[in-house]
């Protein structure tokens, strides 16, 4: 079913629940990993995810439809991942650099990532990124969406977006230089 008339269910009390299941089985691997790619750790993937398709349920009521469902989701699940970050680093009071140390090591240490030595590279210079610069990448690198999809999600202007993933890129391209 498509996401319109999945949303359509979701407006009659007596479908709600089954359309909204639906919902969630169609998003939750692409959120998880999405958030997985701003977090690493899989734990912390999943219970962020969980608090996505939570926030998602108690607001789904008052989508407008302005933007695509799961652009609407995108951005619940990429503020989610970030005020993760956010919180992480505040609660122990650890600078960020200390934030991707720990990242780096769980990345090395999780079975769940599979890939040779390069793609463990990419991933160690994607948390080298600040947090909304990493998103971009993920969100225009990984997920193939177009800048004007992205720009939806972050609330960030195409012009700012392209700016971004290029300063990431450009970030990334230097970081695997200086460890070859």
Known sequence: MS???LLALFENPETRRNAFNQL????Q????WLVRKM???HDDAN???QDVFIKAWTALENFRGDSKFYT????IASNEAI???NKKRKRFFVPIYDVENELSE???ADPLISGDAIQLKLQKALLKLPEKQRLVFNLKYYEELPYEEISEITGTSVGALKASYHWAVKKIEDFLNETD
């Not at 969630?24 to 998003?27: D, E, I, L, Q, T």
């Open 3 to 5: 996401d319109e008339e």
């Open 24 to 27: 969630v089985r169609k998003y």
């Open 29 to 32: 691997q692409k959120v998880y």
């Open 39 to 41: 977090v690493v750790d």
């Open 47 to 49: 219970d962020i995810t």
């Open 72 to 75: 609407w989701l995108y951005r």
């Open 83 to 85: 005020n993760f970050l």
């Open 106 to 108: 769980k990345l090395e």
